[in-house]
């Protein structure tokens, strides 16, 4: 997710972007296209399969969904219950909202009115099994399955469930031109060597975890409606006995997670980077051929610095969503208020973040409420890369010390006496101003600084030796400095603890 910089940005340190940016922009690189099926680290046995059917209801703002899951143990331990998220159970209630209270204006302009997702019936192996839903914010399927899932083994589940879409300029929720569908169904819960994560949806950072699986999804829409989507839309047709509705068929192989934004009221605009088609999404009036040269130029310099972007196609979209940007697999939302300013500049750097997300979270994972700094501190350092790439060393360095440098030193002088603690979960954050300025900015120059010491070329090598070793996986901090010591053949950890805290 972008910082929270639209809101947080003042005018002056927007125009002094401005002056620094004064330049002409140029094409980008030549990039090549491989599919997530022909690399060794994406084995189709052994993920999760989601297939999904949703019918969307208009008058209601509601889904309809039958979901079925397959479930497959790649763990040691066998299982006698397994364990999902309801992430839109955390917009039923007020009291207990994914969003800081001083942002509520903006996250509910109209008003606020609940969301949430009623479970209706669950079966496993097509028996009816006892279920039950947990946690403060009822954010927490426990299921408990008839017989004992043995270690590789698979299991189906069936669900079918109703969710109620809230007026919510957000991840998940409706504005006045778009419906953002992002963490809207049961996702499994990952288990890992610290056990099942069920962590709640926190109000700081983006506190998802979750492993690369296969969907196939079927969107029954009103005809008017235009589909921006994580995967490829493999199929467009009339809805048997419904003139008024159209079913998108989607497939997205090999992906972390699946979000959806639709509207009536999107005009698109269509490239392509190497092989990859880019696709952007706005409306009347906003900055539609700019955010599509941003987005090629992104793809295209990524491509270059980490390693191809291993999906068909990559979209760009503007939301209803008051916090900036945020990423999912092939999909990134973009506020539309950004789109529609008169300067393109804040329009570049966000999309040139989340496009950097695809790679640091979508393609390498790792659990972002544990250890937000692995994906949100490389994603910073590389949307800098861009800019020096793109527009060269000076003009990138003058973006790095307006954006990220004075960023991070606002921050610090609220925190006297107090350790800048990087790697610590989002819950322990005091709120996302202190989150944004350590994660994100200090967490940059931390990668930065690795860079001058190791070099350009050997930080460009640890980041490919990164992604091509952990591709479709989730990491953990050690990863980073274990590769760090293996391309460059000296020990980084005390730089690391010292720089990240712990």
């Known amino acids: 997710m972008a910082k929270r910089m639209i809101r947080n940005i003042t005018l002056v340190l927007l125009m002094v972007f401005i002056c620094i940016m004064g330049v002409q922009l140029h094409e980008g690189l030549l990039s090549h296209f491989w599919s997530p099926q022909s690399s060794n680290h994406l084995s189709q046995h052994g993920l999760h399969h989601y297939d999904l059917e949703a019918r969307f209801v208009e008058k209601d703002n509601t889904l309809q969904v039958i979901q079925r899951t397959t479930y497959f143990n790649k763990h040691s331990k066998d299982f006698e219950t397994i364990y999902f998220h309801l992430y839109p159970n955390a917009y039923g209630d007020k009291e207990n909202l994914p969003f800081p209270s001083d942002e509520m204006e903006f996250a509910y302009p109209k008003g606020f009115e609940p969301g949430n997702i009623e479970i209706k019936n669950v079966k496993v192996q097509g028996k009816q099994v006892k279920y039950d839903v947990e946690g403060q ?35 998940f929720g409706y504005g006045e031109t778009t419906y953002n569908l992002g963490n809207w169904y049961p996702v499994a819960a990952v288990y890992d060597d610290e056990g099942w994560n069920l962590d709640p949806y926190y109000a700081i950072g983006d506190p998802f975890y979750s492993e690369v699986s296969n969907y196939k999804v079927s969107l029954t829409l009103p005809k008017e409606y235009q589909l921006a989507t994580t995967g490829d839309i493999v199929n467009t047709q009339k809805t048997k006995g419904q003139k008024k509705e159209k079913t998108w068929t989607v497939q997205a192989n090999g992906v972390r997670d699946f979000a959806w934004v639709m509207s009536k009221d999107f005009k698109i605009l269509r490239d392509k980077a190497g092989d990859t088609d880019i696709h952007v999404y706005y409306g009347e009036n906003q900055q539609g051929k700019k955010a599509l040269e941003v987005a090629k130029d992104s793809i295209d310099i990524f491509n270059k610095s980490f390693g191809i972007y291993p999906y068909k196609q990559f979209s760009v979209v503007a939301s209803d969503f008051y ?16 789109f529609a300013m008169d300067t393109t500049l804040m329009l570049e750097y966000i999309i040139a973040h989340e496009t950097a997300h695809q790679w640091w979270y979508g393609i390498v994972g790792n659990n972002q409420v544990k250890e937000p700094w692995i ?12 800019f020096r790439e793109k527009y060269g060393e000076e003009i990138g360095m003058r973006v790095f010390k307006t954006m990220v440098v004075d960023d ?27 989150y944004s300025g350590l994660v994100y900015s200090k967490g940059a120059i931390m990668f930065y600084q690795l860079e001058k ?13 990164y992604m091509g070793e952990n591709q479709f996986t989730n990491v953990q901090g050690k990863d980073i400095k274990s590769i760090t010591k293996a391309v460059t053949g000296k020990d980084y950890q005390k730089f690391f603890e010292r720089w990240l805290g712990k």
């Open 323 to 338: 916090i900036g940007g945020m990423e999912y697999p092939n999909l990134v939302y973009i506020d539309k208020n950004v």
């Open 137 to 171: 914010q009822k954010t927490i399927l426990k299921i408990d399955l008839p017989e004992v899932l043995k270690s590789q083994g698979e299991v189906t589940l069936y669900f079918e469930y109703e969710v109620k879409i809230p007026p919510s300029a957000s991840r």
């Open 408 to 434: 991070y030193t606002r921050i610090k002088d609220k925190l006297p006496g107090k350790k800048e603690i990087i790697a610590r979960s989002v819950d322990e954050f005091k709120d996302n101003r202190e």
């Open 453 to 465: 010491e190791i070099g350009k070329e050997n930080m460009l090598s640890i980041l490919q030796y």
């Open 375 to 386: 994906d949100e501190a490389l994603t910073e350092y590389s949307t800098i890369l861009y």
